[in-house]
């Protein structure tokens, strides 16, 4: 992106600029979240989109509110505990207030609820994408089981694990933490993501067909390199369309895998080598 | 007292230093949230629910971060968005005002300017006038009638990406504009 900003620029400052003004879709909101606190640039444009956001609102007329407003808010902090202090450096900046982030009230969740209705579309790819890469950075780092995003007709359902993605995502960020993206054998499409720190990984199913789990099984497989056999992670099944993260682990003596794949094995345990392979990728 | 020091109570349950800021800051609050809500109780709720969030969370305000006031128009922004979205009556009505400045512009150039500056104030006007008229249509729409980038797209038939490239390069002109901001110092001049 060509921008006369000095130093350096990120990829993700559009999504900062549409974060901070409040317009993006639910899938966008959680892949910037999932971005922003490791990234002193883009907290640099959402404060400065935000000095502009707020010029925008002193510019309207003015009004006095009504006197009643003073006196209910002044009789509703009475019933409102407060929360104590926090430590400084928790990222978001200005819009760690905004009812896009942290907790919401039930309205939020409505309006969460409303847009999200008309945002993730089944098969969206991008949407897939933002909201495993979301599901992974919760999961493999906090082990929170986030059962994720039922794309079809569960829209509210959908919307209301992303408001909990949003939120989750802000708590976790392991720098150790590497992904790597599931293409399938046949066009490269996305059929999974796994995320790996130390030796713990999971791996989470994208458009993977649901496995008979009486007679078959999925397993992931490590990739250490160029002429080393692939090593069995762990298997899993698939039930359905659902998102659903699985974790797998493995012993510290592992070797560095530098990507992974994903075979379909008839049984219900993992054979020394794979038997079909329905998708692999390196590293990220 | 400063904003900064007025949140510093607040957070220790100061009672009048919360009304304090409210009393400083409820006209802006409001103002924000009657124009984008058009509907009087929506925007009183709105209102509350901001200064309720600093009250319940004076944490979530980051001084280095920006003024108080930033902070808290953003809050009421965001929240008024959220409820307009929520009404979408009420919402189809806000925005019709905006779209048919926008659409009048074509018929009669300047028309928008003309429907805009009798809502606006003069700072804000002018900068408007400044962008070009794609990039006034997205912020327009976006920022006063509550509207995402994708319904934009589809409202103008413009193109997501090129919604999302026109909304970026309008608010870094409105950043020169309106704040005298350079890409290197963010110096708010506001009360902290």
């Known amino acids: 992106m060509n921008t006369d900003y000095r130093g350096q620029d990120c990829p993700h400052e559009e999504l900062a600029t549409g974060w901070a003004l409040h317009v993006l879709e639910p899938a966008e909101v959680a892949e910037f979240e999932a971005h922003l606190p490791g990234c002193p640039r883009c907290q640099d444009v959402v404060a400065a989109t935000q000095e502009i956001s707020a010029e925008l609102g002193r510019g309207v007329p003015q009004e006095d509110p009504p006197v009643h407003l003073r006196a209910n808010l002044l009789a509703r902090i009475e019933q409102e505990p407060q929360v104590p202090a926090r430590p400084d450096g928790h990222s978001g900046g200005i819009a760690e207030a905004s009812s896009t982030v942290g907790e919401r009230q039930p309205d939020d969740e409505l309006s969460i609820r409303r847009s999200a209705r008309k945002s993730a579309r089944p098969g969206n790819r991008r949407t897939l994408l933002a909201i495993a890469a979301s599901v992974l950075a919760v999961v493999a780092i906090g082990g929170l089981g986030i059962r994720v995003v039922q794309l079809g007709a569960e829209r509210d359902a959908e919307a209301g694990r992303s408001a909990a993605l949003a939120k989750a995502v802000q708590l976790v960020g392991d720098p150790n933490m590497r992904r790597a993206l599931i293409g399938a054998a046949g066009d490269g499409h996305p059929v999974a993501m796994v995320v790996a720190a130390g030796n713990r990984g999971v791996v989470v199913p994208m458009d993977l067909p649901a496995n008979d789990q009486a007679k078959q099984t999925y397993v992931l497989w490590g990739v250490a390199g160029a002429g080393q056999a692939p090593r069995a992670l762990g298997a899993f099944d698939v039930a359905g369309p659902e998102i659903e993260p699985r974790t797998v682990s493995w012993p510290d003596n592992a070797p560095q895998f530098t990507g992974y794949a994903v075979s379909l094995e008839n049984g219900r345990a993992a054979p020394t080598t794979p038997t079909t392979v329905v998708g692999q990728g390196i590293l990220e | ?192």
């Open chain 2, 1 to 192: 007292m400063t904003d900064g020091e007025l949140v510093t109570r607040l957070a220790e349950g100061d009672r009048v230093a919360f009304a304090a800021l409210y009393d400083r800051y409820c006209r802006q609050a409001y103002s924000l949230a009657k124009r984008v809500c058009v509907d009087t109780q929506l925007a009183e709720d709105v209102v509350q629910e901001a200064f309720l969030t600093l009250w319940r969370d004076p944490g979530r305000y980051q001084e280095q971060r920006g003024s108080v006031s930033t902070w808290l128009l953003t809050v009421v922004h965001h929240r008024a968005v959220d409820a307009v979205r929520r009404e979408n009556t009420q919402r189809k009505r806000s925005a019709a005002q905006a779209e048919q400045a926008l659409v009048s512009e074509q018929e009669h150039p300047g028309a928008d300017i003309a429907a805009i500056a009798g809502v606006l104030g003069e700072k804000v006007r002018d900068a408007l006038h400044e962008l070009t008229g794609e990039q006034r249509e997205v912020v327009v729409l976006a920022y006063y009638g509550g509207y995402t980038q994708c319904e934009v797209s589809a409202l103008t038939g413009v193109p997501l990406g090129t919604v999302k490239s026109r909304m970026f390069a309008a608010v870094r002109r409105l950043r020169t504009l309106l704040t005298g901001g350079n890409e290197q110092d963010r110096d708010l001049g506001e009360q902290r």
